[in-house]
């Protein structure tokens, strides 16, 4: 196998790999292909197969994030940090109060590639094209949980406690724009069968959000024994 482009340069530069090291290479199928270097130059990375092994970082819990997109690059930082954590599936979408941008869903693909890469990942988590939180509504019943991020909903709202039980396959965790959802969308999800769920007494920023939410939704279904 031959290694070219970016995948030499991680290799060359990042990870100063030498001659007779041995490199994981993920397929995206769940499993990790060992091969050993055995040639360098200045184009490509030459590489024999040693062995296939499972490998032990994914999570058995399917976590799909729906991500409202945010200013700047946070919404790339989102799915960074959300690769790490384990999510399978993650979906920006735009929302009444979503300062509107040219965010480019392969630009994610990439965050949650390299990110991937770094924390030792298997299966790089499929990241959607952009869709409406008409969409995202339309989409939670495919989930055996969702949990509906409102900071509106503490006093009176759901913990994410009441509403996954630890024995869910699927669930879906929903985090909202800079400035949180509009009354008309809390509605919406209401209506829909999706009581807002309080993440605390603090407001967090939306990314610190996303972040929180899905570290505790993996403690509570056991994702982090």
């Known amino acids: 196998m031959k290694l070219t482009g970016d995948e030499r340069r991680h290799l060359a530069e990042v990870l100063r790999s030498r001659v007779g090291d041995r490199v994981i290479i993920c397929p995206n ?8 270097i055995t040639a360098f130059d200045k184009t490509a990375v030459t590489l024999d197969f040693v ?40 979906v920006p979408f735009t929302s009444d109060r979503t300062v509107k941008g040219s965010e480019k869903s392969e630009r994610l693909r990439r965050a949650a590639h390299e990110a991937s890469k770094q924390c030792g990942r298997a299966i790089i988590p499929e990241v959607s094209e952009v869709k409406t939180f008409s969409d ?3 989409e939670l019943g ?57 993440l605390g007494k603090r407001i967090l920023r939306a990314e610190t959000a996303a972040i929180a939410g899905a570290a505790v939704i993996m403690q509570l279904c056991g994702e982090w024994k």
Not at 29 to 36: A, C, M, N, R, T
Not at 57 to 81: M, N, S
Not at 155 to 181: W, Y
């Open 29 to 36: 199928d769940g499993k990790d292909y060992i091969y050993e």
């Open 142 to 198: 495919g989930y055996d949980s969702a949990v509906f991020a409102y900071e509106g909903a503490y006093g009176s709202g759901k913990r994410i406690g009441d509403v996954i039980n630890g024995t869910e396959k699927r669930v879906a965790l929903v985090i909202g724009p800079e400035g949180g959802f509009s009354e008309e969308e809390v509605n919406a999800a209401e209506k829909a069968g999706y009581e807002g769920v309080t």
């Open 51 to 90: 062995e296939c092994v499972p490998n032990p970082t994914e999570p058995d819990l399917f976590l799909c994030a729906y991500i409202a997109l945010l200013k700047g690059d946070k919404t790339e930082l989102e799915v960074q940090k959300l690769t790490e954590l384990g999510a399978r599936r993650i």
């Open 136 to 138: 995202v509504i339309s």
